[in-house]
């Protein structure tokens, strides 16, 4: 069993971010992410990667940080007093591509890793991350395609991870005012150390490849699909329940911004255009109609 | 003095809500308000107006609200535990107005009256409420108006009313993560009593009325006023701050989402269109730059 080990994982991260870029920029066909090195005062920085006006690409940002401090602040260690005090550090990968193309989902993936040291005493870590789609327009088999995906990336790790990490991703995106998840769903998972070090970055890695195979193919198969202003304002409206999600509910957007975090990182998951109308109904034998029976949790594979 | 009785605060609402709305249709010009009423099964309602695409507003909501429970959830309570228990009435007034011209600022007002009751004892009440300017292109003069107006109808409240209810609404109204507030504010009170029941009400009486002197004479000075694409696109993108507040920050919206309040009445605030494009910068002699000098607290009037 290798030691626990932040470098190892920093550098699959920044080499994961490489992959990915390049998946998605040669997705894309026209643009390029242009790089933005940040430093932290309080220690550590990022590699922020973002993609606007592509050929697919509506903007897309894909980001490395590696953030540290001398003292876990109370607020991050209420519930783990034993914490208190420690140095730590948190790496991670956090990306979110809003497509142009209303057929082409919109899609977000994490791999993040914690450490909190203190001298003489073991280490405390955990891994979390995972995958989630969000179509305006679902196509089933694409749905069938991402969790199938998913779930085969997660055997090797046992029988029961893709169900654990699957209902947990349901549950995570879960817009309550709305009653209704953020989108289909994938793996949701945190406070991951039960396996040791090596195998859990193992599956990190498995789910950072595997969201590249679970989502090249979905833009490749919808991105030359032919759509209309009709397609593009329902994009639009449902982008709004992206950033109601976002902004009301997702921990680490919300603890990213009350912490000091980089703004500008954080809230490059928001879309580039979103709209609200009150009261917006779709017709009950629409084509809009059916995203709705796609937002309540379902067994996919 | 009168006895402390919802009714007559009802009546009022009902009124203001009717004086507002054709305030802003007769600035309009071209669209009217189209009324949705909505009853709340725990106990209530609402009389919700939204106008959209007019001459001026791209959108704006006016609505009345009167909700009522048979006993105050602990949440509602956690820091009155005096009042857990009680059977209890809240009642508002609460708009925000997106004109489509960028020279024109948002707006958004609201006056507000909370009972809490049990027989036997003394009711425990309260009002709150206020109004706040947010521009995207600021006047100096139609700034200095806006607090002018505050100013003169705190007057006959006492010295010190607009200066307090000011500074709480800077404080309110302050977007953490951006280190900026949402506009040049106004007023903002809340746990309001200290006066008893018939200068309370006299005073939301007069921010009510005050709104409607503040902003109309502003939207009939700016809605001539040509613009382009790039005021159009510099106000889509600072309309995602609008959201920003609302959704992060703002009390009344997330206790309301939380609590199990009406969705479509309370995100009425929201922009019809917002856009966020990665760490965007405003050139510093651009006329966009000027923005930045007021979104610090400063003394208008």
């Not at 992959?19 to 430093?39: L, Y």
């Not at 073991?122 to 088999?141: A, I, K, N, R, S």
């Not at 879309?271 to 779709?282: D, G, H, K, M, T």
């Amino acid at each position: 069993m290798s030691a626990v080990n932040i470098e190892t994982v920093v550098e699959f991260l920044k080499g994961l971010q490489d992959q990915i870029c390049a998946a998605i920029e040669h997705a894309d066909g026209q643009a390029k992410f242009v790089e933005d090195n940040w430093v932290r005062p309080e220690g550590g920085g990022g590699r922020t990667r973002v993609l606007t006006n592509g050929g697919v690409v509506e903007q897309g940002g894909v980001n490395f940080s590696l953030v540290s401090g001398d003292k876990l602040p109370p607020s991050a260690s209420a519930h783990r007093p034993e914490l208190a005090g420690r140095t730590w550090k948190a790496c991670g990968v956090s990306l979110v591509i809003h497509p142009k193309n209303p057929y082409i989902p919109t899609s977000h993936a994490n791999v993040r890793f914690f450490i909190a040291e203190k001298e003489g005493e073991e280490p405390v870590w955990w891994f979390g991350g995972g995958f989630d789609l969000t179509p305006f327009y679902p196509f089933e088999e694409d749905v069938i395609h991402w969790h199938q995906t998913a779930k085969t990336l997660c055997q090797p790790f046992g029988e029961s991870v893709y169900q654990k990490n699957k209902e947990w991703c349901d549950d995570y995106f879960y817009l309550k005012h709305r009653d209704e998840t953020r989108g289909v769903g994938g793996l949701f998972f945190d406070d991951l150390n039960e396996w040791g070090f090596e195998t859990c970055l193992n599956y990190i890695k498995a789910v950072g490849s595997g969201f590249i195979d679970a989502y090249i193919p979905i833009i490749e198969k919808r991105k030359n699909k032919e759509y209309g202003e009709r397609q593009r304002q329902f994009q639009l409206y449902r982008r709004g329940r992206y950033v109601e999600f976002n902004l009301v509910f997702d921990r680490g957007t919300l603890f990213g911004l009350q912490s000091g975090g980089r703004t500008e990182s954080i809230l490059m998951s928001m879309p580039p255009l979103a709209r609200w109308e009150y009261n917006f109904q779709v017709d009950e034998s629409s084509e809009e109609h059916k995203l709705s029976q796609y937002l309540v949790p379902r067994n996919w594979v």
